[in-house]
């Protein structure tokens, strides 16, 4: 499959996967432009490493499984023909990693998420975004170590904003992978 058709097709997924196209789309539609690739990626899954001690850690991950989109970069996670309900993507003009979930924002002045990983937690601010779902996004610079901490966890946790169910998402290639790609990109 000619390059530019196979980059056409991942940008249209993303697109599509992030609910900022106004057709019915889904994960699915994501996860059938990512079969639709060359398999080039050869990491392998990360060690357990979590922390029994802290309990945004342990139970059970919130239901979904990972996708990763070539072309501008994203890791999408959420149930199988659904919208993605936690995403990650670069914003290479100002080297972040976006990290964007499914939440309301009951206070825009006060709302934050946090991050736990097995190696600690970060908060962060977060602003809603437009779409037929309630999201909230925020960046981390790609200097920052803690974008290491989440690509390298075998499972990390994000709570908030306030009123928000926690999702326990388990790590995994797709997030390695877009950080390695989202770092290439930026520098």
Same mark, same amino acid.
């Given at each position: 499959?000619? %390059?530019?058709? +196979?980059?056409?097709?991942?940008?249209?997924?993303?697109?599509?996967?992030?609910?900022?196209?106004?057709?019915?789309?889904?994960?699915?539609?994501?996860?059938?432009?990512?079969?639709?690739?060359?398999?080039? !990626?050869? +990491?392998?899954?990360?060690?357990?490493?979590? !922390?029994?001690?802290?309990?945004?850690?342990?139970?059970? *991950?919130?239901?979904?499984?990972?996708? *990763?989109k070539a072309g501008d970069p994203a890791a999408? *996670?959420?149930?199988?023909?659904?919208?993605? +309900?936690?995403?990650?993507?670069?914003?290479? @003009?100002?080297?972040?990693? +976006?990290?964007?979930?499914? #939440?309301?924002?009951?206070?825009?002045?006060?709302?934050?998420?946090?991050?736990?990983?097995? @190696?600690?937690?970060? %908060? *962060? =601010?977060?602003? !809603?975004?437009?779409?037929?779902?309630?999201?909230?996004?925020?960046?981390?610079?790609?200097?920052?170590?803690?974008?290491?901490?989440? #690509?390298?966890? #075998?499972?990390?946790?994000? !709570?908030?904003?306030?009123?928000? @169910?926690?999702?326990?998402?388990?790590?995994?290639?797709?997030?390695?992978?877009?950080?390695?790609?989202?770092?290439?990109? #930026? =520098?």
């Amino acid at each position: 499959m000619p %390059k530019r058709l +196979i980059l056409s097709l991942g940008l249209v997924a993303l697109v599509a996967a992030c609910g900022n196209n106004e057709t019915d789309t889904t994960l699915e539609n994501a996860r059938q432009a990512e079969q639709a690739q060359d398999a080039e !990626s050869a +990491i392998e899954d990360t060690p357990d490493n979590i !922390s029994v001690d802290d309990t945004l850690l342990t139970g059970a *991950y919130s239901e979904g499984e990972w996708v *990763y989109k070539a072309g501008d970069p994203a890791a999408l *996670y959420g149930p199988p023909s659904t919208d993605a +309900i936690f995403s990650l993507w670069c914003d290479t @003009e100002v080297n972040e990693l +976006i990290v964007q979930r499914a #939440a309301e924002v009951v206070d825009p002045d006060t709302a934050e998420i946090t991050i736990v990983t097995p @190696e600690g937690s970060r %908060k *962060y =601010y977060v602003q !809603s975004t437009d779409g037929p779902m309630p999201l909230v996004t925020t960046g981390i610079s790609l200097e920052d170590m803690f974008v290491d901490d989440i #690509a390298q966890a #075998a499972r990390f946790a994000v !709570s908030g904003p306030d009123g928000s @169910e926690t999702l326990r998402l388990p790590g995994g290639p797709e997030v390695v992978r877009l950080v390695q790609a989202c770092r290439r990109s #930026a =520098y």
